[in-house]
């Protein structure tokens, strides 16, 4: 009979296999126009990798972060295609494919410690550890981590975090073996260097060594048979490695004013945009539907968010303080871990929860599903219980790939995108940033209907900073030319904010109109400013 172990590895390879497959169509995807052209189309810091770059990449942060590896891994891919979109989709998708195949691998070592797990050589189990890894690979979640070029960073890092869990799965292995201790060693090193590398790709991973230390409560067993000082003395070089990349990505994000400061977003308001991410997070893991690629932050944050934190504050107390198996206890706590550091409490920015986030924390529900599934799967009295579970696995898989097909979809190109925003919810920042796809590529009066829409859709937090809508719809007006609307939206944005660069665009709605004169008193006003309009605060 061919042994568990080698069917474990034939499942990782058939289940990476399909997810490559099922994320082909992401192939056709574009560009978007939301951090993609800082991040390649207009980077200069990805299109070469010579000694200059390499150091800066290293020794400096770019765009508010500190990720050398990603910026590496872009630049590769721009030697390659340069600015074609398909090459970077390329990598993305073989990244998330081995992250897949890594899941299943990880799996098959929990799945076999687990005491209350019956593990039988066979296809059933083979079959297991396939579902396990494609209920991570190919469910809806993961698109925007896999179809979005900029979220090169999530995968890249998803595959040095989970190489380091398999690699510390090995470690725990071979200290159990007295003849072991070399390899041992070994397995450690190489964890900890992956583990390295993650936080060079994304600092999201610092949390990783709590992780290891629950892995060793459960399903590891460590702590019930080593003092706990000696376990925690183990993990001092990754604790040390994490810290200092904590201090340094915060050193960052101050410097870059990435983070927005507390007297701006309350730490009650926090509180309740963090719980609500929580509470969309486990349900769309159950449900996913009505995904959305930029969910914002409402204005005021609505009396349902402080609702459901405090029931996302009940359910974690009852798993963790209840009589439950330390299963389920362990695996709240992994998927808990990894959301820290992107949840409201470390704002930066107006989203407020995202898909992507949810890219390491799935590892945890995978792991669950491998302790848990084969005993109920064993639990089944008659042959037809077992046909009617394998059934609805089937069925499961049909509807994820489905999901994951339809939201890939999405990320086409940025008009899909900010149309499946606006479909989710019609904001005035998601009708303003369409507009401005649209003016970028001609289509005026489609820009002009949407700077229109988000006019009307202003909120009081936006209120102060209208006068860029006005300006955007101005450009548009005027490039359309439609001149006169030009000037009155200009004279309207001047009013509130006297920026020289919309006196320069209204002297030229003017002098396109002939009126010479007022021109070239707006070009004198403008001084030497010629630049496109922007978001001006």
Not at 26 to 47: H, K, Q, S, T
Not at 93 to 108: C, F, G, K, M, Y
Not at 355 to 372: G, H, K, N, V, W
Request: some cysteine.
């Amino acid at each position: 009979m061919i042994s568990n172990h080698f069917r474990s590895r034939h499942a990782a390879l058939i289940a990476g296999l399909v997810c490559l497959l099922i994320y082909l169509p992401a192939l056709r995807c574009g560009f978007v126009n939301v951090d993609d052209p800082d991040y390649v189309l207009n980077n200069p810091l990805i299109r070469n990798l010579d000694p200059g770059t390499l150091l800066s990449i290293f020794s400096r942060s770019h765009l508010g972060w500190w990720m050398p590896l990603t910026w590496i891994s872009l630049a590769m891919d721009y030697r390659f295609w340069g600015v074609n979109p398909l090459g970077y989709h390329l990598t993305n998708i073989v990244l998330h494919s081995v992250n897949t195949a890594l899941v299943v691998l990880i799996a098959d070592r929990i799945a076999r410690r687990c005491s209350g797990s019956p593990v039988q050589p066979g296809y059933r189990y083979a079959g297991l550890l396939i579902f396990v890894g494609l209920f991570f690979g190919i469910h809806p979640l993961r698109v925007e981590s896999v179809a979005w070029v900029s979220e090169r960073k999530d995968v890249l890092n998803g595959c040095f975090v989970f190489s380091s869990v398999l690699f510390y799965l090995l470690f725990a292995e071979a200290r159990e073996d007295s003849s072991g201790r070399r390899r041992a060693g070994r397995f450690y090193a190489l964890s900890l260097f992956c583990f390295v590398l993650s936080l060079m790709a994304k600092s999201v991973s610092v949390v990783l060594p709590l992780m290891l230390l629950t892995f060793d409560w459960f399903p590891l067993g460590r702590a019930g048979r080593a003092p706990f000082r000696k376990i925690l003395l183990e993990k001092a070089p990754f604790i040390v490695v994490s810290v200092a990349m904590a201090l340094f990505t915060l050193f960052f994000a101050f410097n870059s004013q990435y983070l927005v400061t507390y007297e701006v977003f309350p730490l009650v308001q926090r509180a309740a945009v963090s719980g609500n991410a929580v509470w969309e997070y486990c349900r769309m893991l159950l449900l996913p539907v009505g995904l959305s690629p930029f969910n914002i932050i409402p204005d005021p944050v609505p009396a349902a968010y402080y609702l459901k934190s405090v029931l996302v504050l009940i359910a974690i107390a009852c798993v963790l303080f209840a009589r439950i198996s330390a299963r389920f206890k362990s695996s709240l706590v992994c998927f808990l871990l990894p959301l820290l550091p992107v949840l409201a409490f470390f704002q930066n920015g107006d989203q407020s929860f995202a898909d992507r986030f949810t890219y390491l924390p799935s590892l945890s529900i995978s792991l669950l599903l491998a302790q848990t599934l084969p005993g109920v799967y064993e639990s089944g009295k008659t042959p037809l219980a077992k046909r009617m579970m394998a059934f609805a696995a089937v069925l499961a898989m049909v509807l994820l790939t489905l999901g994951t097909v339809r939201q890939i979809g999405v990320w086409q190109s940025a008009e899909t995108y900010w149309n499946r925003v606006i479909q989710i919810e019609p904001l005035a920042i998601s009708y303003k940033e369409r507009g401005r796809y649209y003016h970028s590529v001609g289509r005026y009066d489609a820009a002009v209907a949407d700077f229109t829409a988000a006019i009307g859709k202003v909120t009081a937090t936006l209120k102060p900073y209208e006068y860029n809508l006005y300006a955007f719809r101005a450009e548009s007006f005027r490039a359309s030319g439609r001149l006169g609307d030009a000037v009155r939206d200009f004279d309207k944005a001047i009013a509130f904010h006297p920026h020289p660069a919309y006196y320069y665009h209204r002297g030229l709605a003017l002098q396109a109109m002939g009126r010479n004169a007022e021109a070239d008193e707006d070009f004198r006003r403008a001084g030497s400013v010629r630049g496109p309009i922007n978001w001006f605060d």
